[in-house]
């Protein structure tokens, strides 16, 4: 089994990366961002993981986002 140690995403489930940005950003600052509903209306992390597993290009702007937020923290 390959490692990847210089990917910051490895090991990391969606639940995790998407409660980080909430607790970092909040709902209402991702929404603005990331234009989905599931930021937008009622949002909860149980709906976005629903979305995000389906959609794959919301999915990857979420990343997107993560991977960022990680470079601003250093």
Known sequence: MDTQPNNP???KTLEQIVTEL???YGWEYMG???K???FI???SVKSSLK???RTPWARTK???MYLKML????
Do not use: S, Y
């Not at 470079?71 to 250093?74: I, S, T």
């Open 32 to 34: 603005t961002i990331i």
């Open 9 to 11: 995403l490895h090991g």
């Open 22 to 24: 909430q607790a970092h």
């Open 71 to 74: 470079k601003q923290r250093r």
């Open 41 to 43: 209306d009622t949002p």
């Open 36 to 38: 989905i509903k599931c």
């Open 51 to 53: 979305f995000l597993r």
């Open 62 to 64: 979420v990343e997107t």
